[in-house]
């Protein structure tokens, strides 16, 4: 214990704190409600799959509902909003890290937006060979959509630091701005000042993207699938890696660290590529084949929050003697029903609390195995919707399923799972109490 104060906890603090890996996660959180807007349309464009045979069994409803789809344009719409989101999601990456990063090192996060789009572009137009649809060759540069969507996120990413890094440094040298007289507009201004550092940035990504490919034969894309993000991805579709992913989030909340931020700051850029590639097939009519994603943790692992903490809560309003617990659970049950429990962490409190400690940490693990195997024998689908975070229990087992009724129903039993397993520490809790009173 001793050892985790005074060594493991500062460091994940200072993990938790690297401005790469905050700039990271950040940018994700702001594109999140776009993914999880795309995600809804690919919902209720795929929603007849709910009265399929392998589902409810409902043929008539099944054809009804796609034929409203067709008839009414609807289909049309909600394949679009997909197209402008989670389609797009590689290319508002850039921007987005592109400009956060730039406003940490004492940039200009506007310029720095435009910086980040243009440059990630800048490879992905390519004149690639591309071929129409009969087989002719397309005359100029194609973009390979693939890109711009999940396939795209590593490399993405690694341009985003670059550039966010090059960027602010570049523009902040008084040598390479361009002054404007006093009575040229403020915007005019602005944009003339940073019009040098943008074309360096400009001319240092596509000169990596064109001698990549020069001295390869890969472009970039094909080298970071190749070297790391499929090896990363390799590694994360186990059950090690929702053991050690788990542990560490509630472990970090035991100490008073917002366990869930750090770890995810280091595992997402892993897991969201996975996580849109099992969103694309779910959308195209295909089965999602990755297990390990957000959904997993959001929709099954963390019921309540962090620790799985609706359990606790159910187990207090049955079980607990303590006035007080039962105060903390009454304040804490909505919060929890939307998955945010830092009223009942700090306030029974959970944090450094070595009795409730223990079903904190095991309870996520349990559920989060649990559903790993059953989702890998096929029994329940698994996660292909981004269900928002803040979505009720069962609700969100039916929703990041895309509609499988069977998430709905394993999430009840985990809500019993979870009662019965904090029951009996929540009864020693009470005993810790009355005796220290």
């Keep these: 214990m001793k050892f985790l104060e005074e060594k493991f906890v500062p460091f994940a ?13 950040d940018s994700f959180v702001v594109i999140m409600p776009l993914t999880i807007a795309g995600a809804l349309g690919v919902l209720l464009n795929n929603f007849h799959t709910l009265f399929a045979p392998s589902g409810l069994n409902m043929p008539a409803i099944q054809e009804g ?8 344009g609807l ?4 394949a679009a909003l997909n197209n402008g989101t989670i389609a797009m999601m590689a290319v508002l990456l850039a921007g987005m890290l592109t400009s956060k990063l730039t406003a940490v ?14 440059g990630y572009l800048c490879g992905v137009a390519q004149n690639n060979g591309a071929l129409y649809a009969d087989g002719t060759k397309f005359p100029g540069a194609a973009i390979d959509a693939k890109l711009l969507a999940a396939d795209g996120l590593f490399v993405a990413m690694i341009f985003g630091l670059l550039m966010g890094t090059l960027f602010p440094k570049l523009s902040n040298n008084p040598k390479l701005q361009i002054k404007m007289p006093d009575g040229v507009p ?3 201004s602005k944009s003339f000042s940073s019009m040098i550092p943008a074309i360096i940035v400009m001319l240092v990504v596509a000169a990596i993207y064109g001698y990549a490919e020069k001295f390869t034969g890969m472009n970039v894309w094909q080298i970071v699938t190749k070297f790391l993000s499929t090896p990363l991805q390799g590694l994360s579709q186990n059950v090690i890696m929702v053991i050690v992913m788990y542990f560490m989030i509630d472990l970090l909340w035991i100490f008073g660290l ?7 700051s280091v595992t997402t850029p892993i897991l969201t590529p996975l996580s849109n590639a099992n969103v694309n097939r779910f959308a195209n009519g295909e089965e999602p ?33 303590s006035k007080a617990s039962k ?26 609390n070595m009795v409730l400690a223990i079903p904190f940490i095991i309870g996520p693990i349990v559920l989060g195995v649990v559903t790993f195997y059953l989702m890998e024998s096929g029994i329940i689908r698994r996660p292909c919707i981004e269900a928002s975070w803040v979505t009720p229990p069962v609700l969100i087992g039916f929703l990041c399923t895309g509609g499988d009724i069977k998430g709905a129903i394993w999430n009840v039993v985990e809500i019993v799972l979870l009662t019965v397993l904090w029951t009996p520490f929540i009864i020693m809790n009470d005993k810790v109490e009355a005796g220290n009173a």
Excluded: W
Aim: aromatic residues 10%; hydrophobic residues 50%; charged residues 5%.
């Design 13 to 25: 603090a200072k993990v938790g704190a690297q401005k790469h890996l905050a700039c990271i996660r």
């Design 327 to 352: 105060t903390i659970a009454q304040l804490a049950l909505a919060p929890g029903l939307f998955e945010i429990n830092e009223p009942l962490t700090f306030g029974l409190p959970i944090v450094m």
């Design 105 to 118: 090192n004492g940039g200009d996060a506007e310029a720095g937006f435009v910086v980040g789009l243009a």
């Design 289 to 321: 084949l990755n297990t390990v994603v957000g959904g997993l943790q959001s929709g099954f692992a963390f019921l309540g929050g962090s620790g799985a903490t609706l359990g606790c809560i159910i187990a207090i309003f049955i079980f607990s003697k």
């Design 186 to 188: 403020p915007a005019v």
């Design 258 to 264: 917002h366990g869930a931020n750090i770890v995810v």
């Design 65 to 72: 509902y796609s034929n409203f789809l067709a008839s009414s």
């Design 75 to 78: 289909g049309t719409v909600f």
